[in-house]
């Protein structure tokens, strides 16, 4: 995670600052700006727009206000229903605070209304909740307005989108702070197994064993909806609209693959297939997700090609609900579980060696690791210290597409292959059917 300094580039003035300076100038006063004077000061707080108002915008928005001082300050969707009840929850939440509720004056629906959002004066901070389909556009839209942006993972759902992703962090690099929901890298437990490993308490990893096996999800349709809403509301198990279950729910654990072994890999093969989601109602045959995903992943290391197995699927209460990563290292082993706890592992001590057979690294908890991220992010603006993981992040979706496309070909694909790819999803959808966007009628 890079972060770096700036207080002196243009992007960087608070609108507050600025106003604030310029009544100064205005009253006869002389300002002498100083390293902080272009950032926000530490008692003002962010105004926190939405872009995506269903379950995670709901969730990052509560924890937003439970973690920071953020007010929030802007909704968009594309559909009114959901912006209202958002509006009513985050209202409600914010209130309990002390905190405004959601201006009425800043409630927009339709595709195209985030861009009405971005450039909103009480939006510093713009929170990407939406499909990640949309999400290099959305990012974009964001930082060349000038706000900072908290981007859910994945970063994208094609190549295309990840080289987008990883330009756009090039160009806004220490202008606006750029983070992607990869909690896990704030988590206690895991950074602290993270640690070891880099400091070699398992020595060279040469092997690592991964999975994510989960239920399956939610429906969202109801009848009497239109296709389009349908699929839309659906977008979980749309390919192109999600980038399949690899891409949008297992990115996690191929994320700590990457962080552990401080690199993302050369080559992966695999397979993948729907054995019991035969369809989804909404969702056309070739759009819709697989259900299971088994891929071997070959990482480059200074000690040679390690293999990296992983295996999930989104079963329907089939009994067995668990995701985590095993790295066998020459020294010792790692073991981490969604659930916690994650811990170093050694068989027996080695000759002077004074450790315990089983280390514990400290606590699991991702629903803190979410507020832990979220408070760095916020404390990062205020000081001037502008974060950028869109290259993390799109690394990390590049990792997953590359599986996607090795098991969807079912034959070897090298990372260079899938990067000079040109992959490209199309929707073939007429988003301007749901409304191009406008503000939302509290009536
Ligand atoms: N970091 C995590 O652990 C975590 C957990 C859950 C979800 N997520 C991510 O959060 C994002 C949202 O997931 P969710 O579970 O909230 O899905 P959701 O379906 O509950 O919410 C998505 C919202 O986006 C809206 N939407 C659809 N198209 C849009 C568009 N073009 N512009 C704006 N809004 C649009 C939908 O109407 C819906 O309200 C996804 O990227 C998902 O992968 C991250």
Redesign the pocket.
């Known amino acids: 995670m890079k972060e770096k300094a700036n207080s002196t580039s243009d992007s960087s003035v608070s609108r507050r600052t600025f106003v604030k300076s310029s009544a100064a100038v205005g009253a006869g006063l002389l300002i002498v700006p100083s390293a902080t004077a272009f950032g926000y000061a530490a008692n003002s707080s962010l105004g926190l727009g939405i872009?995506?108002?269903?379950?995670?915008?709901n969730y990052d928005g509560g924890e937003f206000l439970n973690n920071t001082d953020v007010r929030v300050t802007a909704l968009?969707?594309?559909?009114e229903d959901?912006v209202l009840s958002t509006r009513a929850n985050l209202s409600k939440q914010s209130e309990a605070k002390g905190r405004p509720a959601v201006p009425e004056a800043n409630l927009f629906k339709g595709?195209k209304a985030?861009e009405k959002l971005v450039q909103s004066k009480d939006v510093d901070l713009v929170l990407v909740?939406?499909?990640?389909y949309?999400h290099p556009d959305h990012l974009e839209a964001a930082v060349s307005a000038g706000k900072h942006v908290y981007l859910?993972?994945p970063v994208a759902t094609d190549v295309t989108g990840c080289l987008k992703v990883k330009n756009i962090g090039k160009k806004y690099d220490g202008k606006v702070s750029m983070h992607v929901?990869l909690?896990k890298r704030y988590d206690v437990g895991y950074r602290g197994m993270v640690e070891r490993i880099h400091n070699g308490e398992i020595g060279d990893i040469v092997l690592g064993q991964t999975f994510y096996y989960t239920n399956d999800l939610g429906r969202?349709n109801k009848p009497g909806m239109s296709d389009l809403e349908a699929r839309?509301?659906n977008?979980v198990f749309d390919k192109a609209l999600s980038g399949d279950i690899l891409v949008?729910q297992n990115i996690?654990i191929l994320d700590v693959v990457n962080w552990a072994l401080k690199s993302h890999p050369i080559k992966a093969t695999g397979t993948t297939g729907r054995a019991l989601r035969k369809e989804v109602t909404g969702i056309p045959g070739d759009y819709l997700c697989n259900d299971h995903f088994i891929l071997t992943y070959t990482y480059q290391t200074s000690g040679g090609e390690v293999h990296i197995s992983f295996n999930s699927n989104q079963f329907k209460n089939r009994g067995y609900r668990q995701s985590g990563e095993r790295f066998f290292g020459t020294k010792g082993a790692s073991d981490s579980l969604q659930s916690g706890p994650a811990t170093i592992n050694y068989n027996q001590l080695e000759e002077g060696q004074k450790v315990a057979d089983k280390i514990d690294c400290g606590k699991v908890d991702l629903h803190a690791a979410v507020g832990t991220k979220m408070k760095a992010l916020v404390d990062g603006i205020k000081s001037g210290k502008f974060d950028n993981q869109c290259e993390m992040g799109a690394d990390t979706t590049l990792t997953v597409i590359l599986g996607r496309m090795a098991a969807y070909k079912g034959t070897e694909i090298s990372w260079d292959k899938m990067m000079k790819s040109n992959e490209k999803w199309d929707l073939k959808l007429n988003?301007d059917s749901l409304g191009a966007g406008g503000a939302v009628s509290m009536k």
């Not at 872009?51 to 915008?57: D, F, K």
């Not at 968009?76 to 559909?79: E, L, P, S, T, Y």
């Not at 909740?129 to 990640?132: F, L």
């Open positions: 872009i995506g108002c269903g379950g995670r915008g968009m969707d594309v559909f959901r595709h985030y909740t939406s499909p990640p949309f859910e993972k929901g909690q969202q839309i509301r977008w949008e996690h988003l």
